[in-house]
């Protein structure tokens, strides 16, 4: 049985299930270069086929998520699109005019420019106007039908909420207890948050709690643009920057978010009525800090949130819980959660955005195709887009320009010097990681104890804001040395914040939060990794220390690179100075080092 995945809202992608194992999953974004690429995956579609080695015509199933898509949303490809200015038009000409002066506003008509491309795949007969979702739907299913036009090919569409479900326990090893399952998001399928349970007897996941109450998702999104950043891209911004203000003196902004929502046993109550949460936040946050204002959305989306979980896992008498959905990439929320007492074990998967939704869509339809949740099919990693070989590698390197530039043979020994001495290096090797988050082979790696390396990597490298933190990639056998996780929780893709040892402290400075000392780690094992795990453990010999600093390998607004050719432009572009690429390390010659 061979399963094609797909999610084509935003942050399209696909993924492949041939005989019960996924064999592929990539985002279109990384392939057209462009970030939360809204679109039929076409290209993620066609990789994964190479991936698999199969033709298209070998497709026996096709999975999409999501029901509900709105047309004027697919059409401005809004989250690939819009500039900050477009996000404060959206609030000012669109949204205010049809919540507070009743107007019948026409979406397109204002944002006619996002519209001007030719990447809009699906015939608009079938759909009457902007907001037509049922006719959006019956425009896809056509689209599908005219590409997988096989007779007996079968095209399923599964809710939205289900999917992230599923995405998430489809990389859950141990299911032979009973686990919540929790959905937190914006909005899918006209829902923000969902919980289901998984319950091994049984044949599928069970839904408990549906909800589009849960507006943290879209509150984050909105005081987000407030501060003047790109929503939906740079909520995690909002997050890294929380921890500087001074809690004290946020007691009047703590205020304002808790007055209008609460949780009252396993249900979210609005304590008022809201008409837009964008002007009714830029009135009431007049004259906080920036600071104060990120610290006071952290904490109410931390105690809110952990406060639903709390109540849900007590009703239920389940303490083992999963979290997918956009929200679920909120580190520090996860974090909170863990910390209750109630609460045995906290896992998040690599793709907890809209990403994941075609692995989940894909795994869903396993499930109904073999009539249960199949235990055998666990993904066991986060790598799964695609891989070069040598001779693809050597095409590019021969494109060099070797007068800048020295090409020479991979040395481990030589790479860790390189760090020890202060030099950040690039790395591309082996399979791409899925998810948001570079997990050693698309990435940016530097020495953890060397503090100095943050301000050469974000104004040289990433040019990235000066608050965020980087993360540490420790051997998860040593992680107990760096890492107080007394829950042993799994933390192998970067999607939980946790507390330090006094030893991370000193030896890990470039790679924890500088102001909460916390840490986002990534655990290595040399059955997952086994070039990255041996490259940490090179460098452990030398200095003792079990980690490198691990940041993903892109410039700032852009995808994590994806191709040799991608990893090349990018090392150019910055002022990177080190690539290693599979088995060759490229150095710039003659330039200040980094």
Request: with cysteine.
């Amino acid at each position: 049985m061979i399963i094609l995945g797909i999610h084509d809202g935003h942050c399209a992608s696909a993924a492949l299930i041939i005989d019960n194992k996924l064999v592929a999953a990539i985002s279109e974004e990384r392939i057209v270069r462009k970030k939360m690429e809204w679109c039929f995956p076409e290209n993620a579609v066609k990789e994964c086929l190479r991936i698999g080695k199969i033709k298209i015509k070998d497709v026996d199933k096709v999975a999409f998520s999501s029901f509900h898509i709105a047309p004027k949303l697919y059409l401005t490809r809004r989250e690939a699109t819009f500039s900050l200015s477009d996000w404060l038009k959206e609030q000012n000409l669109y949204w205010y005019p049809k919540f507070y002066k009743k107007k019948n506003v026409k979406y397109i008509k204002i944002f006619q420019k996002n519209t001007k491309y030719k990447k809009f795949p699906y015939q608009k007969k079938f759909i009457k106007n902007e907001d037509d979702v049922k006719g959006m739907l019956k425009a896809r299913l056509e689209h599908a039908k005219s590409i997988f036009n096989k007779n007996n090919v079968s095209i399923e569409v599964y809710d939205h909420q289900e999917c992230h479900a599923y995405h998430v326990l489809s990389f859950v090893k141990n299911r032979n207890k009973k686990k919540l399952i929790f959905t937190i998001d914006g909005a899918g399928d006209g829902a923000n948050a969902t919980c289901w349970i998984y319950d091994p007897k049984k044949n599928f996941l069970n839904q408990v709690i549906r909800t589009d109450k849960c507006i943290i998702g879209r509150l984050y999104r909105f005081i987000t643009l407030l501060l003047g950043m790109l929503p939906v891209q740079h909520e995690y911004k909002v997050m890294g920057l929380a921890p500087y203000a001074k809690p004290e003196y946020a007691n009047e902004a703590n205020k304002i978010f808790n007055e209008i929502l609460t949780v009252n046993k396993c249900s979210f109550v609005f304590k008022k009525k809201i008409k837009d949460l964008y002007f009714y936040f830029k009135e009431k946050l007049q004259g906080y800090r920036f600071d104060v204002i990120a610290y006071s959305l952290q904490n109410f989306t931390e105690e809110i949130i952990s406060k639903w979980v709390s109540n849900v896992s007590k009703k239920y008498g389940i303490k083992d819980i999963c979290i997918s959905g956009g929200v679920a990439q909120n580190i520090k929320c996860n974090q909170k959660i863990s910390e209750l007492k109630s609460i045995d074990d906290v896992f998040v998967g690599p793709g907890s955005g809209d990403e994941g939704l075609s692995i989940g869509a894909a795994f869903r339809s396993l499930s109904e195709e073999n009539l249960s949740i199949d235990k055998n099919f666990y993904i066991k990693n986060a790598y799964l887009g695609n891989k070069f070989s040598d001779n693809e590698i050597k095409k590019e390197i021969e494109k060099l320009n070797k007068e800048k530039l020295t090409v020479e043979k991979f040395n481990k020994n030589k790479v860790i010097n390189l760090l020890i001495k202060g030099e950040v290096v690039g790395r591309f090797c082996g399979k791409m990681e899925f998810g948001p988050r570079a997990l050693g082979n698309r990435s940016i790696i530097a020495d953890p104890r060397n503090k100095n390396i943050i301000q050469k990597i974000n104004e040289v490298i990433k040019e990235r804001d000066f608050w965020m933190p980087f993360a540490p990639s420790i051997l998860k056998e040593k992680s107990k040395k760096y890492i107080i996780n007394k829950k042993n929780l799994d933390s192998s893709y970067m999607t939980i914040g946790l507390n330090v040892t006094q030893i991370a402290k000193d030896c890990l400075q470039a790679a924890i939060h500088s102001y909460d000392k916390t840490a986002r780690p990534h655990f290595v094992t040399r059955e997952n990794n086994q070039q990255y795990y041996d490259l940490i453990k090179a460098f452990e010999r030398k200095t003792g220390v079990s980690s490198l600093l691990n940041t993903s390998f892109n410039l700032h607004g852009e995808p994590i690179v994806c191709t040799p050719s991608d990893a090349i432009k990018t090392f150019l572009k910055s002022g990177l100075r080190n690539l290693i690429i599979e088995n060759y390390l490229i150095r710039k010659k003659d330039e200040k080092k980094i």
